[in-house]
């Protein structure tokens, strides 16, 4: 008997093919298709949170051509996983106006063609390279933006050739020979190997991913001419489609180009979320583990295990609205004084105030009172699912230097992004407060990357100021909260009765004289943004 080469398995893959009933569509009332628009993108957005497992990844893809219009690919722990995507689905509303048009089953594996000391010695002996690039192939990540390919195969059992006639070293020459060639796509095409024996009509899905559809169509075109595939490949339907995010689904049924390249369309089709439930996050790290291994830089905060902690970020009721930007031109107040006002008038004071690393990118503050270790063992569990974004910039746990609580500041690209992970934040444990929804103006919030040689001093010098705040009129609180991970990382909260206090404050020439000394011990530029 020929030599069956062994194998390991990762996720399993769903990649679920549906057409839209385009006349149903055009013929459904406005609040039907609104609903549907809803609870489409809230599905397709918690599924890419993987708020329904402990680990997994899930894309959107527009399809071209007859085959289906839309692609939902999935990968799962176990088949369970894909099982109960299935049903959910088919419980919103935008189900109603599609149709299954074909679907495969699979699951990511890697075989002794890659390495047989990988088997016969165990992962741990092998390359620390190698190792990766097998969790990889078990474990992928589905880029953002980019264009995919699928298409199932299976090898050759004809009278001439006949795959599983050829012995393993045969069959590994030819792997090998095969495997050059898409090392000539490094860079540009990312590929899913996926088995289906037994699960599905073919013995493999091939999923391709490629910022250029041209490179998917020349490395396909390649290996046609590999004897691997011209003597023992056999190819059923290809599809090709695009990715987009959920929040362009309306875009998408509207007719639009997809992705928009806006993120912040998520108002324009309403912010309906349906569904409750999921796993709670876990962490590799315990409390009684010192805060300075936890890790290093505050540029992106380092990714961790488990995921959100549910379908619905906001609770079982459509969310008012009301609070939800971090950066909305309303104020906890009412006042209506819109960001850019507040910048341009810290303009003519002579400082700057711009948003935290970079002028691009949205923050959103919510302070716990729960155990700082507690609260950052949660943190991380979310991270690690908002790390599968590249829109996320980092989330960190601030400690407070003089109040019991703790902030937890999460930094995105986008105001859409950092809203909907607002929502899931707001699930950790002893939340008392969010920044903008306490009462008064709100929160001014300042960043700060300390030189390390300066920090106490830094401490102190904002124990001096702060005697100076508490004798203000409008001042309610003000606190020095430091990054968990990395003590040089601060962020001060500043909390007033109204804007005309803080501006006093900011006019001042003490503030003026703080933010002189200040250029001489930060590593950085201070970012100084209002939350409200």
Same mark, same amino acid.
């Given at each position: 008997?020929?030599?069956a080469?062994?194998?390991?398995?990762?996720?399993?893959?769903?990649?679920?093919?549906?057409?839209?009933?385009?006349?149903?569509?055009?013929?459904?009332?406005?609040?039907? *298709? @609104?609903?549907?628009?809803?609870?489409?993108?809230?599905?397709?957005?918690?599924?890419?949170?993987?708020?329904?497992?402990?680990e997994?990844?899930?894309?959107?893809?527009?399809?071209?051509?007859?085959?289906?219009?839309?692609?939902?690919?999935?990968?799962?722990?176990?088949?369970?996983?894909?099982?109960? &995507?299935?049903?959910?689905?088919?419980?919103?509303?935008?189900?109603?106006?599609?149709?299954?048009?074909?679907?495969?089953?699979?699951?990511?594996?890697?075989?002794?063609y +890659?390495?047989?000391?990988?088997?016969?010695?165990?992962?741990?002996?092998?390359?620390?390279?190698?190792? *990766?690039?097998?969790?990889?192939?078990?474990t992928?990540?589905?880029?953002?933006?980019e264009?995919?390919?699928?298409?199932?195969?299976?090898?050759?059992?004809?009278?001439e050739?006949?795959?599983?006639?050829?012995?393993?070293?045969?069959?590994?020459?030819?792997?090998?020979?095969?495997?050059?060639?898409?090392?000539?796509?490094?860079?540009k095409?990312?590929?899913?190997?996926?088995?289906s024996?037994?699960?599905? =009509?073919?013995?493999?899905?091939?999923?391709?991913?490629?910022?250029?559809?041209? =490179?998917?169509?020349?490395?396909?075109?390649?290996?046609?001419?590999?004897?691997?595939?011209?003597?023992?490949?056999?190819?059923?339907e290809?599809?090709?489609?695009?990715?987009?995010?959920?929040?362009?689904?309306?875009?998408?049924?509207?007719?639009?180009?997809?992705?928009?390249?806006?993120?912040d369309?998520?108002?324009?089709?309403?912010?309906?979320?349906?569904?409750?439930?999921?796993a709670?996050?876990?962490?590799?790290?315990?409390?009684?583990?010192?805060?300075?291994?936890?890790?290093?830089?505050? =540029?992106?905060?380092s990714?961790?295990?488990?995921?959100?902690?549910?379908?619905?970020?906001?609770?079982?009721?459509e969310?008012?609205?009301?609070?939800?930007?971090?950066?909305g031109?309303?104020?906890?107040?009412?006042?209506?004084?819109?960001d850019?006002?507040? @910048?341009?008038?810290?303009?003519?004071?002579? &400082?700057?105030?711009?948003?935290?690393?970079?002028?691009?990118?949205?923050?959103?503050?919510?302070?716990?009172?729960?155990? +700082?270790?507690e609260l950052?063992?949660?943190?991380?569990?979310? @991270?690690?699912?908002? =790390?599968?974004?590249?829109?996320?910039?980092?989330?960190?746990?601030?400690?407070?230097?003089?109040?019991?609580?703790?902030?937890?500041?999460?930094?995105?690209?986008?105001?859409?992004?950092a809203?909907?992970?607002?929502?899931?934040?707001?699930?950790?444990?002893?939340?008392?407060?969010?920044?903008?929804?306490?009462?008064?103006?709100?929160?001014?919030?300042?960043?700060?990357?300390?030189?390390?040689?300066?920090?106490?001093?830094?401490?102190?010098?904002?124990?001096?100021?702060?005697? &100076?705040?508490?004798?203000?009129?409008?001042?309610?609180?003000?606190?020095?909260?430091?990054?968990?991970?990395?003590?040089?990382?601060?962020?001060?909260?500043?909390?007033?009765?109204?804007?005309?206090?803080?501006?006093?404050?900011?006019?001042?020439?003490?503030? @003026?004289?703080?933010?002189?000394?200040? *250029?001489?011990?930060?590593?950085?530029?201070?970012?100084?943004?209002?939350?409200?």
């Amino acid at each position: 008997m020929v030599e069956a080469p062994q194998t390991e398995e990762g996720w399993f893959a769903l990649h679920d093919f549906r057409s839209i009933d385009w006349d149903a569509w055009r013929d459904a009332p406005e609040r039907e *298709r @609104r609903r549907a628009i809803e609870e489409g993108k809230a599905f397709l957005k918690h599924r890419e949170l993987v708020a329904d497992a402990e680990e997994g990844d899930s894309g959107l893809f527009s399809v071209l051509g007859h085959k289906a219009d839309l692609l939902f690919v999935h990968f799962r722990p176990t088949l369970d996983d894909l099982s109960s &995507i299935e049903r959910r689905f088919e419980d919103t509303a935008l189900a109603n106006f599609t149709e299954r048009t074909t679907s495969y089953v699979s699951v990511t594996e890697v075989s002794g063609y +890659v390495s047989d000391a990988y088997f016969e010695e165990g992962p741990e002996e092998v390359d620390a390279g190698l190792r *990766r690039y097998i969790e990889g192939k078990l474990t992928p990540e589905i880029p953002d933006d980019e264009y995919v390919c699928f298409y199932p195969m299976s090898k050759r059992r004809g009278e001439e050739y006949n795959w599983y006639d050829l012995s393993f070293s045969d069959r590994a020459e030819l792997m090998a020979g095969h495997g050059e060639v898409g090392k000539e796509y490094a860079g540009k095409i990312k590929q899913v190997i996926a088995s289906s024996v037994g699960l599905d =009509d073919h013995e493999w899905g091939v999923t391709l991913f490629g910022s250029d559809p041209t =490179d998917i169509k020349d490395i396909v075109y390649e290996m046609r001419f590999d004897p691997a595939s011209s003597r023992y490949g056999e190819f059923e339907e290809f599809y090709i489609g695009r990715r987009f995010p959920p929040a362009d689904l309306g875009a998408y049924l509207a007719g639009e180009t997809v992705p928009t390249g806006d993120a912040d369309r998520e108002g324009e089709h309403g912010h309906g979320e349906g569904g409750h439930g999921g796993a709670h996050g876990e962490s590799d790290h315990h409390g009684d583990e010192s805060r300075g291994s936890r890790g290093g830089g505050h =540029d992106h905060a380092s990714a961790g295990g488990g995921s959100a902690h549910g379908d619905h970020p906001h609770g079982e009721e459509e969310p008012s609205g009301e609070g939800d930007h971090p950066h909305g031109d309303e104020e906890a107040g009412g006042e209506g004084v819109s960001d850019e006002e507040i @910048r341009g008038e810290l303009a003519d004071l002579d &400082i700057y105030a711009g948003k935290p690393h970079g002028e691009d990118v949205y923050a959103t503050v919510l302070y716990s009172e729960a155990d +700082v270790d507690e609260l950052f063992d949660e943190v991380e569990g979310l @991270r690690g699912n908002f =790390d599968h974004y590249g829109t996320h910039v980092k989330t960190a746990v601030y400690e407070g230097r003089h109040t019991d609580r703790s902030a937890v500041v999460s930094i995105w690209d986008t105001a859409s992004a950092a809203e909907t992970a607002a929502g899931f934040l707001s699930e950790l444990p002893d939340v008392v407060a969010r920044a903008g929804e306490e009462s008064g103006f709100g929160t001014m919030g300042m960043f700060y990357t300390v030189k390390p040689d300066y920090r106490e001093e830094f401490g102190d010098t904002f124990d001096e100021v702060g005697e &100076i705040l508490a004798e203000m009129d409008g001042h309610v609180e003000t606190d020095l909260m430091s990054n968990v991970e990395d003590e040089n990382d601060m962020f001060i909260a500043s909390q007033w009765e109204a804007k005309e206090d803080a501006m006093t404050f900011f006019g001042s020439d003490e503030f @003026r004289e703080t933010v002189e000394w200040g *250029r001489e011990v930060l590593a950085d530029r201070p970012r100084h943004v209002f939350l409200a």
